[in-house]
Each structure stands twice: as C-alpha cells, then as structure tokens.
C-alpha cells in the first residue's frame, strides 16, 4: 500500500471508512491489476518451462548416441532392481543368505520389459528420455506434438526388439528409422 492510502485511514476513526477502503480494493480496477499480474507469472513461468522444437530432423549420429545413454540408463534400472531383491532377499533370510542366480532367459525379458517401459513412459510424458536430452533431440509425432501412450508403447517396442532398424535414418533422406516410418513419428532437434 501506499502511504497516501494509510493516512486516510489512519486519520479518520470512523468504523466506515475501512469498509470502504476494502470495497476499492476488492473493486474492478484492482482485480484487473490482479489479474494482468496472474497472466504476466503464468507468462513467465510457461517461457521458463518451454521448450522450442526446431524442424530439422535429428541424425543418426545424435539419435545413437541419446540411444547409448538410455542402454546404460536401463541397464542401472536393472542393477537398482537387482540389488532391490538381493536386499529383499537378505532381510527375510538373514542366516541362509545366498545370492540369487541369475536366468538368461529373465534377465532378457526383464531387460526388454525395463526398456519398452522407460521408453514409452519418458516419450508419452514429455517426448525425450535422458539420452534425449543430453543430445538435445525429441521425438513427436507428425504435427509436432506429442506422442499418445500408444503410439509411445508401439514405438518402444518396436526400437527395442528391432533396434536395427534405427540404421535406416543414415539412408532415409528425410533421417526416419524404421519406428517412425511405420508410426508417422519424428525426431526433431529441440533446443
């Protein structure tokens, strides 16, 4: 407040005045100042949270370096998870602990259930995975938006048990892999 504002108040002992003071400021003006202040921080708060997509394709080399850095953060998944059920496994059975042996076949599946889930969780919530992020490069769909759990689901299975088929962007004029051929999907750079 101002200090002209104060002083009327302050000089004039009448139980009205303040009744009045509180109907200016819950008047039209005010609300309007309100409301241009509300608009003005969700402004900046979109501009500190936005992330602006270009139109160029990302490559091959930028896309299988983001794909290296997602195959080592799925492979910590699996440790954490690992180490998960060996701390299980010890605090049930203190005194006939033994490691877990470990199934070729369940270590496979597991890793290829580890790898659709994070895949499709990270591409339906915001397009990019950490591997995507540190390459700067998100995927979208062909309006530029992002993917639907669907497609994501359908996409990261098709990356991770046709994970070859990421060579075809280094042939693709317009640098498309086999997922986004057959789902209509892009990986643009985003800065």
Avoid at 38 to 55: F, G, L, P
Avoid at 82 to 92: D, E, F, K, S, T
Avoid at 115 to 122: E, H, P
Avoid at 130 to 155: E, F, T, W
């Amino acid at each position: 407040m101002s200090v002209t504002e104060s002083q009327p108040d302050s000089s004039q002992p009448d139980s009205s005045e303040p009744e009045s003071h509180n109907e200016s400021v819950g008047s039209n003006p005010s609300d309007t100042a309100a409301d241009e202040h509300a608009a003005r921080a969700e402004a900046r708060k979109s501009k500190a949270h936005a992330v602006h997509d270009t139109s160029k394709t990302a490559g091959i080399v930028s896309r299988g370096a983001g794909a290296v850095i997602d195959l080592i953060v799925v492979l910590v998944i699996m440790s954490a998870i690992y180490l998960g059920v060996v701390m299980a496994r010890l605090l049930y059975n203190v005194h006939d602990f033994s490691m877990p042996s470990t199934n070729g076949f369940f270590t496979v599946g597991a890793f290829i259930v580890v790898s659709i889930v994070y895949l499709a969780t990270c591409w339906a919530v915001s397009g990019r995975t950490l591997g995507s992020v540190v390459m700067g490069i998100r995927v979208v769909n062909r309006k530029g938006d992002r993917l639907r759990p669907s497609v994501a689901a359908i996409r990261a299975a098709i990356c991770v048990l046709f994970a070859i088929g990421l060579l075809w962007a280094g042939v693709d004029r317009k640098r498309r892999s086999v997922a986004d051929l057959v789902l209509r999907t892009r990986v643009v750079y985003s800065r």
